[in-house]
């Protein structure tokens, strides 16, 4: 795959301090690197790049929302992704991107594509369990939560005359025995 010239920072000609860089991210995004994982996206990232004698720093900041599907009820839901983190740019030898925090670019480089880094950015900010708020707090009513919870196996540990069964019994032995 061949980055996208439109998250291409030309360096080289911007003057010591801060510059400011804004990026409108859509699903279009995500379709050019066959990310697939989001149904659509909406998210503003800011980029802001300081300048220095020797290295350039780096603040990526991100505010919007991801429409994905629930993980449990597979409901289309809005998640924020509200995320930053900061990087700072050296120049070397040779490109080196192994440490998270700082990132190696040889010395004839001149500009600084940032499309892994949004993407990275947007992507980090989603969890990995994908809930949809309503069944956290019980608002959502569902066909699929029904039958989960039909499903569901019953906790009962107690028989109808109110004593517990053997079998429990025989497990808090165990515990018991150290």
């Known amino acids: 795959m061949k980055p996208n010239k439109d998250f291409d ?3 080289v000609g911007l003057k010591l301090g801060l510059h400011d860089f804004e990026y409108n991210i859509e699903n279009t995004f995500f379709q050019n690197i066959d990310f697939i994982d989001f149904n659509d996206i909406n998210a503003v990232v800011k980029v802001k790049l300081v ?6 720093e780096l603040n990526l900041e991100s505010k919007g929302t991801v429409d994905i599907n629930c993980d ?8 924020s992704v509200n995320n930053s983190f900061d990087i700072v740019v050296k120049f070397g030898q040779e490109f080196n991107n192994e440490n998270e925090e700082v990132l190696i670019l040889p010395h004839k ?3 600084l594509n940032v499309e892994q880094l949004i993407y990275e950015l947007i992507t980090l900010s989603i969890p990995q369990k994908r809930i949809h708020p309503g ?6 009513k569902s066909d699929i939560l029904d039958k989960l919870n039909e499903l ?3 906790v009962n540990i107690s028989t109808d005359k109110g004593e517990i069964d053997p079998r429990w019994e025989k497990l808090k032995e165990i515990v018991t025995d150290k």
């Open 9 to 11: 920072i030309e360096f």
């Open 51 to 56: 300048k220095k004698t020797t290295l350039l």
């Open 72 to 79: 449990i009820t597979n409901e289309l839901f809005k998640q």
């Open 109 to 111: 480089v001149h500009k």
């Open 135 to 140: 069944v956290l707090d019980g608002t959502l």
């Open 152 to 154: 569901s196996p019953k």
